[in-house]
T-cell receptor, first 111, second 111 residues
Framework: AQSVTQLDSQVPVFEEAPVELRCNYS??????LFWYVQYPNQGLQLLLK??????LVKGINGFEAEFNKSQTSFHLRKPSVHISDTAEYFC?????????FGAGTILRVKS | NAGVTQTPKFQVLKTGQSMTLQCAQD?????MYWYRQDPGMGLRLIYY???????DKGEVPNGYNVSRLNKREFSLRLESAAPSQTSVYFC??????????FGSGTRLTVV
């Protein structure tokens, strides 16, 4: 069975600084990979996805992620964060017709 | 707005009571899912329905039942609520690997 490890439970960062949220998954077989964002008291919103093709995927709100098959990683990056990026971020991997989620990383952007 | 609608948004139950969480989508999606979200554990799949007329267990099905009433609706039932079922419940739907659409969640407290 697939598993997803988000290596940091919380990431504090100052506004306008770069950030990387790390995600590793367990299986090297072909998978689809996703990042979701959850703002306080809301549902989850898709940030970006990797299905095939270019290993660098661009998403909404200036986020991007890089698929690394050899390291089974799919880290999320943003070159300059804003206060409004404060939220919880979830990495997810496909397993059959289901998604398996990581435990989440809380991004706290400080002014 | 098109999307996934969950009712109720909040619920408090006494131990042993039963209730049904409702979910409806208007995007003509084939697959629907029920997840629970607990702090530090991400989202865990309870049950899913890959298509109308089918349902399957996920990672944490004990204490729950589901009904795929038609293509639009997928309900989750707690027959005898327990404090361990205190959680936030999310319904999601999809038509393929373009990303799930999530509802806004139901916050359930069992006392």
């Amino acid at each position: 069975a697939q598993s997803v490890t988000q290596l940091d439970s919380q990431v504090p960062v100052f506004e306008e600084a770069p950030v990387e949220l790390r995600c590793n998954y367990s299986s090297s077989v072909s998978v689809y990979l996703f990042w979701y964002v959850q703002y306080p008291n809301q549902g989850l919103q898709l940030l970006l996805k990797y299905l095939s093709g270019s290993t660098l995927v661009k998403g909404i709100n200036g986020f991007e992620a890089e698929f690394n098959k050899s390291q089974t990683s799919f880290h999320l990056r943003k070159p300059s964060v804003h206060i409004s990026d404060t939220a919880e971020y979830f990495c997810a991997v496909s397993e059959g017709n289901k998604l398996v989620f990581g435990a989440g990383t809380i991004l706290r952007v400080k002014s | 707005n098109a999307g996934v609608t969950q009712t109720p948004k909040f619920q408090v139950l006494k131990t042993g009571q039963s209730m049904t969480l409702q979910c409806a989508q208007d995007m003509n999606h084939n697959s629907m899912y029920w997840y629970r979200q607990d702090p530090g554990m991400g989202l865990r799949l309870i049950y899913y329905s890959a298509s109308e007329g089918t349902t399957d267990k996920g990672e944490v099905p004990n204490g729950y039942n589901v009904s795929r009433l038609n293509k639009r609706e997928f309900s989750l039932r707690l027959e005898s609520a327990a404090p361990s079922q205190t959680s936030v419940y999310f319904c999601a739907s999809t038509n393929g690997w373009y990303g799930y659409t999530f509802g806004s969640g139901t916050r359930l407290t069992v006392v």
